[in-house]
């Protein structure tokens, strides 16, 4: 028998991607928090939500603008970061490496901790990544439709190239 733990909360935690785990997820809304957590993220798909650091807000607001609305329907990678500190103290964070909607990769000079800043690069999410991780959830039929735009996506073009 295998064990699971299933912890109850509203929001995904750093535990949620302990060994290395990733996660693309896409944005259904963005709704204001708390004075300490200051949006809730509501992912497509889970009822907990993402409740970004602000050094992870800043980021994405370098990349995709300050217009929340804009964001609905665009995917992130997330990632554990063991490193994230609490005050003095490793307490471990969720942190973005990809993201929909940018041409390139995004550099930001982002506060750490108080006098020290540190460049977060966010690098572009392809497509196929995008269904690869819609494909865990999808029904039969938008397997098919999957299949289909990933083969269009990869098949080379009489230049050689995907």
């Not at 804009?70 to 554990?80: A, F, N, P, Q």
């Not at 490496?97 to 901790?113: F, K, M, Q, Y």
Request: proline letters at 4%.
């Amino acid at each position: 028998m295998k064990v699971t733990i299933e912890k109850k909360t509203d929001q995904l935690n750093y535990e949620d991607f302990l060994g290395g785990v990733t996660r693309i997820v896409t944005i259904a809304g963005i709704k204001k928090g708390t004075k300490e957590q200051q949006y809730d993220i509501e992912i497509v798909g889970d009822s907990r939500v993402w409740r970004p650091a602000v050094t992870v807000l800043k980021l994405l607001v370098a990349a995709w603008g300050d217009d929340a609305s804009t964001w609905i329907g665009r995917h992130v990678e997330l990632y554990g970061d063991p490193d994230v500190t609490f005050g003095r103290e490793k307490v471990g964070g969720i942190r973005v490496s990809r993201l929909s909607h940018i041409d390139g990769p995004v550099a930001a000079s982002l506060t750490e901790t108080r006098g020290r800043r540190k460049v977060h690069i966010v690098e572009p999410l392809d497509r196929v990544s995008i269904l690869r991780a819609e494909w865990t959830t999808a029904t039969p039929e938008r397997k098919a439709e999957i299949e289909a735009e990933v083969k269009s996506l990869t098949q080379p073009t009489e230049g050689g190239a995907a």
